[in-house]
Nanobody
Framework: QVQLVESGGGLVQAGGSLRLSCAASGLTFRRYGMDWFRQPPGKEREFVAAIDRGGDNTYYADSAKGRFTISRDAAKNTVYLQMNSLKPEDTAVYYC????????????????WGKGTLVTVAS
């Protein structure tokens, strides 16, 4: 019964900030990389940010670079997405995912997903 529960979404004005949280339970948190994805209204899901198991390496989509910061707190089994300088185009449902590496392909596999939290950025 793995659960990933996102929180922290809401309505914010353009230029503002939000911090999203994703609380993980039912898994060994340190064994999973953690990713954030988002799905804007009427659009496909897209990658936002990732952090490796130890929290030493991060990766960002171009749309997030310089504005968003992903981090994780092992003691709290929680991954965060700090979002600054928000733009209307950041409006989306934000999802977190727990990932593993598929050794045969050296690719990331999204093992578990949260149900999402809605971020609305007003212009």
């Amino acid at each position: 019964q793995v659960q990933l529960v996102e929180s922290g979404g809401g309505l914010v004005q353009a230029g503002g900030s939000l911090r999203l949280s994703c609380a993980a339970s039912g898994l060994t948190f340190r064994r999973y990389g953690m990713d954030w994805f988002r799905q804007p209204p009427g659009k496909e899901r897209e990658f936002v940010a990732a952090i490796d198991r130890g929290g030493d390496n991060t990766y960002y989509a171009d749309s997030a670079k310089g504005r968003f910061t992903i981090s994780r707190d092992a003691a709290k089994n929680t991954v965060y997405l700090q979002m600054n300088s928000l733009k209307p185009e950041d409006t989306a449902v934000y999802y977190c995912a727990a990932t593993t590496i598929q050794l045969s392909t050296s690719s990331s596999v999204m093992e578990y997903w949260g149900k999402g939290t809605l971020v609305t950025v007003a212009s």
